[in-house]
């Protein structure tokens, strides 16, 4: 029996972390939907002139989450919006409704998504593939201000 090589790896590389260099993104949602982060992200990158490593995004708050997701067809976000609202939805009679019948439910939809993401960065460049963007989910139905950490720990050009 022959095994055909299905799988190939480049030879690896490392560069010593010589930066940390941080800061806060301050996104104004228009109430439950994506918000893409993708561009701020990669002027980020830019910004600190990042080489190599990694770029780590923290949101924080328990009512919105990121995530990493298709950005070529705008109905997959219509539809992960239909799939998280079916998954906790507002009217379940959650004991947790002091803010609001959708508070709740946007924290377990934030639990299920995340509130961190780590990226990495090759060359000056996030090393996302050709479909994928970030994106802030905003879980309430108002609009909100959030606050999202950058935070890039690497080698710098």
Not at 8 to 34: K, N
């Amino acid at each position: 029996m022959t095994t055909e090589k299905r799988l190939a790896r480049s030879a690896p590389s490392s560069v010593q972390a010589t930066t940390i260099a941080s800061s806060l993104l301050t996104v104004q949602t228009p109430g439950r939907g994506f918000t893409d982060l993708t561009s701020e992200a990669a002027k980020f990158i830019a910004d600190v002139l990042a080489r190599d490593g990694a770029l780590t995004l923290f949101i924080r708050h328990t009512s919105a989450s990121l995530t990493i997701q298709e950005n070529a067809d705008p109905s997959v976000l219509v539809d992960l919006a239909t799939a998280l609202s079916r998954l906790a939805p507002e009217n379940a009679g959650w004991t947790h409704d002091t803010e609001g019948p959708d508070d709740m439910p946007a924290h377990v939809k934030t639990m299920l998504t995340g509130t961190s993401l780590h990226v990495p960065v090759l060359n000056g460049r996030l090393a996302l593939g050709t479909w994928q963007a970030i994106y802030l989910i905003e879980h309430r139905r108002r609009p909100h201000r959030r606050e999202v950490v950058l935070q890039f720990v690497g080698g710098n050009q």
